[in-house]
């Protein structure tokens, strides 16, 4: 997989219900959770409102918002920017995804049905299609899709948005990574995840998102991490 990662927004129409504040937070707060916006890569509030076609007062107040969940830095001359990366930083939000998730899981699992199985395999099927295809976009999408269509089969109020606050900081250097290490071989951990739903192994389902984590993105992202360091020698 492998594209140029892009600042350029695609919005989503507004609900009749939803105000155009609400709307501008979660249009921004999607598209850095699938990458859209550069690591270092400065924005101005001016460029995001022509984007989405809004003033830029909306764009002010999601942009605050945004700020305060640590998405993105706020930096001279009304510029927003995704916060750098750094080692311990990743390694940190890697064990925190690990705790939250695997938790989250097993929590799930006693609700997870043949009707939410079916739609968990249908999405790693769409999964596999984009990375047949080489569709970073379509895989970002659809990885979220399925880890929070896992999640919230059971009712949540604290670990969910708690997981979604770490994809949100985690997002645009996943899709960074994905790109650079597009020709990695892949192992499927949603699949072993899928089976050990299927077997109710409550055990296997934790170690599956586990790994999934651990030495999926995280295994790309040290590799990352070294390969800049032995550049920099």
Known sequence: MGERQSTVLTPAERPAEM???????????????????????????????????????????????????????????????????????????????????????????PAIGAARLAELREIDNQLDVAIDDGDVESYMLKNLQFHHTLYSAAPTQVLLPLIESLWLQFGPFMRAVLTKYRDEPHIDRHKEALAAIE??????????????????IGALGREAFLTASRAAD
Request: proline share 5%; glycine share 4%.
């Open 19 to 109: 105000t155009l504040q609400e709307w501008v937070y979660q249009q921004l707060r999607s598209a850095i959770m699938r990458g859209h916006f550069v690591p270092g890569h400065a924005v101005t509030m001016r460029g995001i409102a022509e984007m989405l076609k809004v003033s830029p007062m909306p764009v002010r107040e999601a942009l605050r918002r945004l700020v305060a969940e640590r998405a993105l830095e706020l930096l001279a001359n009304r510029r927003v920017a995704v916060p750098a990366m750094s080692p311990a930083r990743f390694e940190e939000m890697c064990a925190a995804r690990i705790a939250l998730e695997t938790l989250a899981v097993e929590r799930a699992l």
């Open 199 to 216: 077997r109710r192994d409550v055990y296997g389902l934790r170690v599956a998102i586990e790994a999934d984590i651990r030495d999926g």
